[in-house]
């Protein structure tokens, strides 16, 4: 079932006049983990923005439920972020310093809900459990935190409404392997357990491949091919997607290095 | 071949609320010429600080080196003077750092931090277009009024290299040298490194969180772990035998193809503080493969085959079946 349908998407930058997205198509279906890769600039945040209505676009459609996001009016748009959510790729720059933990996750409940103070005690505590971490946390600062913990609140705060929707922009990018594996473990029970579906944005192919089902590869602002996940890493068509393969370093599990 | 750098039981001490606290416990570290020497561990582990100490560049007020050895053949860079050290600085010894955008100066050109780099005795006019050319900056050869904002990332940690190797070092000290670029060109700045290393004979030591990078490029890979290494040896022992499980772990946070759609057997928790490490194995509250005798006293590093050592009470085990059951 599709979730979400994106009709000939355009963003223009009107100082630079740089065309970031320049009318893509694509389908996000149910339960799915969709990768989108692509080298730094190639616009793949701002498509991302771009559906969430992060950002202005001048062209094109985003259906959800056969409601055109774009076209929405802000206070039905406000309802439905509750259901699409987005965790961002720095978790230094992407929580406030000088919130505690606990306040940075209530503020969402107190925007997208009208339950109790005791309630929304109840459900913070709930939320940092489910990315593996406690009611100890709720009296820290993010400054206390390691990278990892950090994109853990970021994860607890994108479930907070409920959402069956996430993108995913680089979440890992900015961490240690270790900690990446980690967090790509959380996002996979996550997704078991809420019935979620992602976009998945990275850079890194070798984590594309091991969390994606299908995979979308963009260069300047174009899709320049998209299939699925064994056709993408075993019978890529496009040059460009030949060029990223090679540069990427991967491992295979039985030889060091192919 | 002989040592080209030798470190030896190196302790560093930070200052933490006016205590010292010891984040490299004990380091021995072999580089010989014109070899490639990986380092590699999560972040907090004491890698950095390891790179920092070879040059004598922790900053007084953070902390200083305990005590221990580093050799330059034969002679001790700890008992070098400030003159001592500038003359090995840049010369035997150079640096690149993770940010090439916070490592150059954005108020100089290009032109004139390259020149800073070199001796006075140096005849810029020739040496500077050379190390651009050698770095595949060829480019910007002549363009003397560069700078550092008008280059991409990739460009910017060219001209870092150009800095490091404009003096033709015997050693090149990469800390994380790629990990804020992306992977086109963070594989086009590997593949210079390799490429300089191999025609300037260059002995290298690359400091990583990243595996993968460290399996492609070093002859040796160092693991460390909590201000130690916990294994070392030649990649291909590593890489087979995974002789300590924090090694086991850091593998099999490898994404990959072949891996695909499985949840990771990814380390849990996080490093320890060196404020309040475990007693024994410091590896121990993270481990599979974990018994009693783990939390009793740490275990020294043991000879498994020839070069190949490793921290762990187990490592036999561990090599002799891949598969033991983790406790």
Avoid at chain 1, 107 to 125: A, T
Avoid at chain 1, 147 to 152: A, K, L, P, S
């Amino acid at each position: 079932m599709e979730l979400l349908k994106v009709h000939n998407l355009k963003k223009t930058f009107p100082k630079t006049k740089v065309t970031a997205v320049d009318g893509v198509d694509f389908s996000i279906f149910k339960g799915e983990v969709l990768g989108l890769v692509g080298e730094s600039g190639c616009g793949k945040s701002t498509l991302a923005r771009s559906i969430l209505r992060l950002t202005d676009v001048q062209e094109g459609s985003v259906f959800y439920k056969e409601e055109d996001l774009l076209k929405m009016p802000q206070g039905k748009m406000r309802e439905i972020r509750k259901s699409l959510q987005v965790i961002f790729q720095d978790p230094y720059m992407s929580l406030d310093p000088r919130m505690r933990i606990g306040s940075i996750i209530e503020e969402v409940l107190l925007i997208h809900s009208d339950i109790s103070k005791i309630e929304r005690k109840n459900k913070i505590i709930e939320l940092l459990e489910m990315v593996g971490l406690g009611e100890s946390y709720i009296q820290r600062l993010p400054r206390e935190l390691s990278g990892g913990e950090r994109q853990r609140i970021g994860i607890a705060r994108s479930l907070a409404t409920g959402p069956e929707f996430i993108i995913c922009d680089e979440p890992i990018s900015s961490l240690d392997i270790s900690i990446q594996a980690q967090i790509l473990n959380l996002l996979l029970d996550l997704k078991k357990k809420n019935n979620l579906t992602y976009l998945f944005i990275s850079h890194d192919l070798g984590v594309i491949a091991s969390i994606c089902d299908r995979v979308i590869v963009m260069q300047s602002g174009r899709f320049v091919e998209t299939g699925s996940c064994e056709e993408i890493f075993k019978a890529s068509k496009h040059e460009y997607t030949r060029q990223l393969l090679k540069s990427t370093l991967i491992c295979n599990y039985n030889s060091i290095i192919v | 071949m002989t040592m080209l750098l030798e470190i030896r039981d190196l302790k560093v001490n930070y200052n933490v609320d006016g205590h010292p606290i010891e984040v490299v416990r004990g380091l021995d570290l072999g580089i010989k010429k014109g070899e490639c020497i990986g380092l590699v561990g999560e972040s907090g582990c004491g890698k950095t600080t390891v790179g920092l100490s070879i040059t004598r560049l922790i900053p007084e007020q953070k902390g200083g080196i305990a005590s221990g050895r580093i050799l330059l053949e034969d002679r001790d860079i700890l008992s070098l003077d400030s003159e001592g050290l500038r003359k090995i600085r840049g010369k035997r010894i150079s640096y690149v750092f993770q940010e090439p955008f916070s490592s150059l100066n954005p108020v100089f050109t290009i032109y004139e931090q390259l020149k800073e780099a070199l001796p006075k005795e140096v005849d810029a006019r020739q040496s500077i277009p050379e190390a651009l050319n050698n770095v595949g900056l060829g480019n910007i050869v002549g363009k003397e009024k560069l700078y550092p904002h008008e280059l991409s990332g990739g460009m910017q940690q060219r001209v870092m290299i150009a800095m490091a190797i404009i003096s033709r070092p015997d050693l090149l000290i990469l800390d994380e040298p790629t990990t804020a670029l992306d992977v086109t060109v963070q594989s086009q700045i590997l593949e210079l490194i390799m490429g300089l290393k191999n025609r300037m004979d260059l002995a290298i030591l690359f400091i990583s969180h990243d595996l993968r990078i460290i399996f492609k490029f070093a002859d040796r890979v160092n693991v460390m772990y909590a201000g130690r290494i916990v294994e070392v040896g030649p990649k291909e022992k590593i890489f087979s035998h995974r002789a300590h499980p924090y090694t086991r772990g850091l593998v099999d946070s490898i994404p990959s193809f072949e891996h695909r759609k499985k949840r990771f057997n990814a380390i849990e928790g996080r490093t320890p503080s060196f404020s309040d490490l475990p007693k024994g194995c410091k590896f121990h509250p993270r481990c599979k493969f974990r018994v009693d005798s783990c939390t009793g006293r740490e275990p020294d590093l043991q000879e498994l085959s020839s070069g190949h050592f490793s921290r762990c009470i187990r490592a036999k085990e561990l090599m002799s079946n891949g598969a033991i059951k983790s406790t």
